[in-house]
């Protein structure tokens, strides 16, 4: 852990010449003008022009900005209709039926920005500061894998105390974490990180400890208003040290990152064109884009009014409209929807294409392990509200959610295999854009789902589980792709018997 003060830190922090390195003629890659332009110049397509769009994307090609403008800008309700409907068929072409679970874990919220719309950001004095300890950070992990989670995501503040090498430690001990299941024993597969912009140096740290995706929202794509809602004195303020966070991931070999904005800090069409201008330079620059693309919406934060009266609050038909035009512009890429949503909200998110979603959230500072006091009736838990960031729209377990969706007809997919298998990068996305991954993933997806069924879930989850199941193997037999390869069609049966007799995290 830093010795250094807050204040010495951040000096320390930025590197210049690793934003300099990123540019191109001295300019970042997010151009106002051109935005405006690009959303003043399309803003009434014509119907057939806007069928075209949706046919290229249907072809899973990514869209180029002055598309995505335009679809942005559709009025008619029937255009939308076919748009929405477009959207889970490509969404089904990538990557089939899968839904991907994963829990997130707030291990500190000490931090020394003050973004003005965040429960975390120093001056809200309403906010009782913690971080986890490494014995704390195995609890809250035992109490995710019990509910049958595979991966975690580690969000942490920003602040000396949970530097680098605490989220090392941190990634380190929620790997080593087990937990008895009903056969056997439960662990984390896959640890993803939410956390501030690092230096190549630390980003390699995070990298040799086995992170998964690494993510960093840039929270508001429109530079006066990153300047407005992020002080200009704090290590946030500066936008570029931020934009280029994940192009040096990629240099530090972190291939899996996550780009997102925070929806109603400016104008959702905008933000929209950003991430999609983020995506093109990472594409431009690395040869691959973002692994996923998030798109939360502010929520109320205790200490923040401008999470309850920002002007750009984004109601719930624009939400559900930013999420198609983004599924269409970047079809290969997977898309997180997550329980700040409500539930109604969330499942028509993954009508339009969401990939990944989270359930049984808790996210105050040790809130998985207080959860499990309170309902032993223990006393002393935290005042959970004072530790949040935000407020949750959707909080049901994932056991739930997981039958929700099977009743929706999607299978959930905890698997991993991807990333353990090197599937990662350039690989998947090669792989996405073929369509060959939602395929071979179908194969994990039914391992893992057993593993589910057969540890975690409860009689009514598993009865329509099997069901699930059941409809997945008879559709592998009919697949083309899986009568071709006898050999990888042998070992999956091979392996899921293994499973059905107790053996566990077993993958293709
Ligand atoms: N401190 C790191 C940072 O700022 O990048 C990572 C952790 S921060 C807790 C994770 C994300 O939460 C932020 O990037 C922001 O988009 C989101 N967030 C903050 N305040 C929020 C709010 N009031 N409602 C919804 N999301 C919020
Ligand atoms: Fe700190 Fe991140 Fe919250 Fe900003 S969004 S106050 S950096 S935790």
């Not at 104008?267 to 995506?279: A, C, K, Q, S």
């Amino acid at each position: 852990m830093s010795k250094l003060s807050p204040a010495e830190w951040k000096k320390q922090v930025i590197r210049q010449d690793e934003i300099d390195k990123y540019l191109i003629n001295g300019k970042d890659f997010i151009d106002h003008q051109q935005i405006e332009k690009q959303l003043k110049d399309n803003r009434t397509p014509e119907k057939q022009q806007v069928r075209d769009i949706i046919a290229k994307a249907m072809e899973v090609q990514r869209l180029d900005p002055q598309e995505t403008a335009s679809l942005l800008h559709v009025t008619d309700p029937q255009l939308w209709a076919e748009m929405d409907e477009a959207a889970l068929a490509i969404k089904r072409k990538v990557y089939d039926n899968r839904i991907v679970f994963f829990a997130p874990l707030y291990c500190a919220n000490l931090c020394v920005n003050n973004c003005a719309y965040c429960g975390f950001k120093c001056e809200n004095s309403q906010e009782k500061r913690r971080i986890l300890t490494m014995d704390e950070v195995r609890k809250e992990t035992e109490a995710v894998i019990a509910e049958g989670h595979k991966r975690m995501i580690l969000v942490y503040g920003e602040h000396p105390e949970s530097d680098a090498d605490y989220m090392v430690e941190s990634i380190k001990t929620a790997y080593d974490t087990r937990k008895k299941a009903r056969n056997g024993w439960g662990n984390i597969r896959r640890v993803n990180i939410n956390a501030a912009p690092m230096n190549a140096a630390e980003l390699k740290k995070l990298w040799e400890a086995g992170i998964g995706t690494y993510q960093v929202f840039q929270e508001t794509y429109h530079k006066d208003t990153y300047a407005a809602v992020h002080p200009p004195e704090t290590l946030k303020g500066d936008y570029r040290w931020r934009l280029y966070a994940l192009h040096r991931a990629m240099d530090a070999g972190i291939d899996d990152v996550a780009v997102g904005a925070l929806f109603g800090l400016y104008d959702w069409r905008f933000e929209v064109m950003g991430l999609l201008h983020h995506t093109m330079d990472l594409e431009k620059q690395f040869g691959i884009g973002p692994h996923t693309i998030s798109f939360p919406r502010l929520t109320p934060a205790s200490g923040s009014p401008l999470s309850t009266n920002s002007q750009y609050l984004v109601n719930d038909t624009d939400f559900l409209k930013l999420v198609t035009v983004l599924r269409l512009s970047v079809p290969y890429t997977g898309m997180i929807v997550t329980a700040r949503e409500r539930a109604e909200i969330r499942r028509q998110a993954i009508l339009r294409g969401c990939t990944q979603t989270d359930a049984s959230t808790k996210i105050g500072i040790g809130g998985y392990t207080d959860a499990l006091k309170k309902l032993d009736g223990y006393q002393e838990t935290s005042q959970l509200e004072d530790e949040q960031q935000f407020m949750l729209g959707d909080t049901r377990s994932l056991d739930e959610v997981v039958r929700e969706l099977a009743e929706m007809g999607m299978i959930t997919s905890f698997c991993t295999a991807g990333y353990r298998c090197g599937r990662t990068g350039d690989r998947i996305m090669g792989m996405l854009k073929h369509c060959v991954e939602g395929k071979f993933c179908k194969l994990n997806a039914v391992l893992t789902y057993r593993e589910f069924l057969d540890d975690f879930a409860s009689p009514a989850t598993k009865a329509i589980g099997e069901k699930i199941i059941k409809q997945e193997l008879e559709d592998i037999d009919k697949y083309p792709f899986f009568q071709k390869n006898k050999e990888l069609m042998a070992t999956f049966r091979q392996e899921y018997q293994d499973i059905l007799k107790g053996e566990r995290d077993v993958y293709l």
